[in-house]
């Protein structure tokens, strides 16, 4: 079900790290925000990634999937021409909502995982597949709260959510573990549950503790405990691509390279940088 190189390594395009993204020698796949792409013409060193045969994924924000609303078409079309222009072999989004009743909320938030939830979201998901020329991939999201009285497992949640719209999987790992650890749960026992059949590539981030929740924070480097999960999954199914997510507070080049290393090391893969 892998759709991107296999053993590859990535990590998220930001302006912020571009000169270190495009100095990358092994890099294999990179993703971009769709929502800040930038109309008209990609960024020049983008677009130099892409002449130099570095796949590109839009990761969207802001669809609202999980909304009980229909997806906003400015959103949707701004959407579908981020992987028009990119040549992307597939996009991705979230399993959440951003807005309900004219109101944004500014953050992911979680869907309840009831059956009028998976409703709305086959809806929606649908809908974007109606007009994405690409397969579509959805990704779990680290939730710091469970809605009350949910009628299924997050394993069982997914599952069904994929079957009905035959999506693929985005699996974050960081959010696998930020999930089972803010639940009392077994990290590895959440992740052996999802439908790891289904993956299209998979993210790696850090996180931090913080009034007694771990926050997937995006700014911070990946704990170890992430890594083992990493080399869990790359030991056990078909090597996926796995990305590095960093969107703020970045490190100094060497260090950033070297939480790059740490990853492929964990997964057995060929160092990129």
């Known amino acids: 079900m892998t759709v991107l190189p296999d053993h590859g ?7 912020e790290i571009a000169g270190l993204v ?32 570095v796949t590109v994924v839009p990761h969207g924000t802001r669809l609202s999937l999980g909304g009980a609303e229909p997806v906003e078409k ?22 959440a909502y951003v807005r309900g009743g004219g109101i944004e909320a500014g953050h992911l938030l979680p869907v309840p995982r009831s059956r009028e939830a998976i ?16 397969p579509l991939a959805l990704e779990p999201i680290a939730a710091l709260f469970d809605w009350p009285d949910d009628e299924l497992t997050e394993a069982q949640f997914l599952t069904e959510i994929l079957e009905r719209t035959d999506a693929l ?71 996926p691509a796995l990305m590095l997510e960093r969107d703020g507070a970045y490190p100094p080049g060497p260090e950033l390279r070297g939480e790059l290393d740490r990853l492929a090391d964990a997964a057995g893969y060929p160092r990129i940088t």
């Open 169 to 239: 999987l985005l699996l974050d790992v960081a959010n696998v573990y930020a999930n089972a650890r803010n639940r009392g749960q077994d990290p590895l026992a959440l992740l052996s549950a999802l439908p790891l059949d289904r993956i299209a590539y998979v993210h790696v981030a850090g996180g931090a503790e913080a009034d007694g929740r771990y926050h997937d924070t995006h700014t911070d480097p990946t704990p170890q405990p992430v890594f083992d999960l990493v080399s869990w999954l790359c030991a056990r199914r078909r090597p």
């Open 22 to 53: 495009a100095d990358l020698p092994g890099l294999r796949f990179t993703e971009v925000v769709a929502e800040a792409l930038p109309t008209g013409t990609p960024p020049a060193m983008l677009t130099a990634l892409r002449e130099r045969g």
């Open 74 to 95: 400015a959103r949707l079309d701004r959407f579908v021409d981020a992987a028009r222009r990119l040549s992307a072999p597939l996009a991705s989004e979230h399993i």
């Open 9 to 15: 390594i990535g990590i998220g395009w930001r302006p």
């Open 119 to 134: 409703a709305a979201l086959t809806r929606n998901v649908r809908a974007v597949q109606a007009e994405l020329p690409v």
